[in-house]
């Protein structure tokens, strides 16, 4: 009998590597994963049942997706040229890393912040620098200079990427446009500045690209726009770059139904921006309440909250929290963030349920 055949392994750095996952539990209340807690309007869905009734399903989609990139174009007041559309912001980045990272090529990231922003590059065998934020974590101009200076130090090219997240996942801090400026003219690559919480803020990065070649300003149909489930994201970007990032997208990457979702959503912008700001008044809710119960809070620009209960360990609180049918995030693990979880804003009711929880964390039961 022979001996079973042994498989080849995978590439030493994606041996070494976990994959990225949520918890999943059966609970009451899910605020764990930052998704909106409201669905789309009823409009919304009335309209895309009634595309998906003149979607040709034996036909390929529109390989570049021009209608649904000419309508983000116009909410952001740019041509077609310069945006890129795919299945989640996720692979937006891991496009712009297959572009311009890869073996040879280093990322700069400012810890903490997304775990994508390592991963991705990781997974595409681009080398990754981590540097630091401060004490209010925000990214500082000194640490811009000594991170991108030591990287130069290696390869005078170096970084090919910079990434920028703001607001900032898992802290809410929005960095200024001074950073962002400090950082596109110190780069000699891309700075990639991840707004998936962007209409959360009270500024964005998008207004400085016709200045600057080099940045790159990727967004979400997840949150805001209540689509999550969809996954859809794009990137508004020099023309250059676009071509770019359609030449190492699959054939008919994005499906005909996801570019028509995507295009009916952004005809609901009032809607949106309703949504936003009741979710932006239960994030202040949320601050106020957990500030009266003396728990430690970063000041946050997105629709969640970094909190520290003091004297208790993270995952003895995400247990209690569990026990009362309401999950949370625990970023304990993270750096600089020992103790921390972060609590996604979700309705006035699953707001209320997670406080009560805590209040059960607080009174010891």
């Known amino acids: 009998m ?7 392994a995978p590439r030493d750095e994606v041996a070494s590597m976990e994959a990225y996952f949520s918890p999943q539990l059966d609970v009451s209340v ?3 994963t930052n998704e909106a807690p409201e669905p789309p309007p009823a409009g919304f869905v009335a ?4 595309e998906i009734n003149e979607v040709a399903l034996n036909r390929y989609p529109d390989r570049v997706a021009v209608e649904l990139r000419r309508a983000i174009g116009a909410l952001h007041g740019v041509d077609v040229s310069q945006v890129y559309a795919a299945n989640g912001s996720n692979e937006v980045i ?13 990322a700069v990231v400012f810890e903490p912040t997304y775990a994508l922003h390592s991963h991705i590059p990781r997974i595409t065998g681009t080398k990754v620098f981590a540097g630091e934020r401060d004490k209010e974590y925000l990214v ?3 640490e811009v200079d000594r991170v991108l200076g030591e990287v130069a130090r ?13 607001p900032n996942n898992p802290t809410g801090r929005v960095e200024s446009l001074d950073i962002v400026q400090h950082v596109l003219e110190l780069a000699p690559g891309l700075v990639i500045v991840d707004e998936a919480y962007g209409q959360f803020a009270l500024r964005s990065a998008i207004e400085l690209t016709s200045a600057h070649r080099n940045l790159v300003v990727v967004r979400t149909f997840s949150k805001t726009w209540s689509l999550a489930a969809l996954r859809l994201g794009y990137a508004i970007a020099d023309p250059e770059v676009v071509d770019a990032l359609f030449s190492v997208s699959l054939p008919y990457h994005l499906d005909a139904l996801k570019q028509a979702a995507g295009r009916i959503a952004l005809g609901y912008v009032d809607d949106m921006h309703d949504r936003v700001r009741r979710l932006v008044d239960e994030r202040e809710r949320l601050l106020d309440s957990l500030g009266s119960r003396l728990v430690e809070v970063v000041p946050s620009q997105a629709n969640f909250i970094l909190f ?4 208790q360990s993270a995952h003895d609180v995400w247990d209690t929290l569990v026990a009362h049918s309401v999950i949370v995030r625990d970023l304990s693990t993270y750096a600089d963030l020992e103790g921390f979880l972060r609590v996604t804003v979700g309705t006035p009711a699953e707001n209320d349920a ?6 059960a964390v607080l009174a010891g039961s």
């Open 140 to 142: 500082s101009a000194d």
């Open 354 to 359: 997670f406080l009560a929880a805590l209040d």
């Open 154 to 166: 290696t390869d005078p090219a170096a970084p090919a990427v910079v990434f920028l997240c703001s």
């Open 94 to 106: 891991q496009s712009l890393l297959l572009a311009y990272g890869g073996p040879g090529r280093t």
């Open 47 to 50: 309209e895309l049942l009634g």
């Open 30 to 32: 899910r605020l764990n």
């Open 308 to 311: 520290r209960v003091p004297g």
């Open 2 to 8: 022979s001996e079973e055949r042994r498989l080849i």
